[in-house]
């Protein structure tokens, strides 16, 4: 898994107060790593999140801008140390990268498909949140994810396929998605890569700048991986288009929403889509 200017999992606990105050901001305080703890156990128990073993065999990659006007960077370090409590044996599966003089956002090297009105600022962001950072974090997760790669291609945009994700039914989710299905994984048989955007990168807000230009097109054509991009979208109760980190898609019907387990509405959903992909008919 790879974590990009994010905080720990579970941080709002279902509540958008601690959301805003304590895992964008730290207004509130800092996470409580072990309270957190406390709640994975508890879904353990009832069987509501994987088991113990294989959360300590992920291999992990965090990346945070330490120039964050969003997520306080203190966020992305608590997320590291909550994945150091996971991990078995953390020196070799997880790496966390700090990028000084960068902001909120993912960064992308130059590409000249993208217009400088659609990217966004290094160190302040905005615009697209595709930023402009010479570098591509994209290649950076996934070789350390996967091990080593084959170079970038130069991927083909007509391979980009959109999908009618109104069958998941969910709240929150977006009329249409995306998958990239490179030539030589069109008979199956290749490995996925499930990218979900951050909060303003929706298809409404900012078009498909980030299904496009994120940088992981390129290296999936070049190493037999599928790309499945999920999009979210803006409504009163989520006006930035994010994922349900916080329990929005739930509580308005459920006093302790379950967004951050394998029960979670959205997480459903986004298990439907791989399963549909995986149950694709070779050709």
Known sequence: MAALAAGPWS??????????????????????????????????????????EDLAALRAFVWYGEEDGVIDPSLGQALAEQLEDWLAEPDIQLKVVRSSGVGHGWPVEADERLSPSQLGECRDGGGTHLLACGFDIAGEALSWLHGELKPPAEDDAARLIPFDQTPFDARGLGDIGYVLIPEACESGGCGLTVALHGCGMTLEQIDNAFVRHSGLNEWAAANRRVVLYPQATTSLANPQGCWDWWGFAESTWQLDPLHDTREGVQVRALMAMIDRLEARPER
Do not use: H, K, N, S
């Open 11 to 52: 941080c709002a606990q279902g509540g958008l107060g601690r959301a805003l105050g304590q895992c964008m901001t730290t207004r509130r305080g800092d996470p409580d790593l072990d309270e957190l703890a406390i709640r994975l156990r508890d879904y353990r128990a009832r069987e509501l999140v994987g088991e113990e």
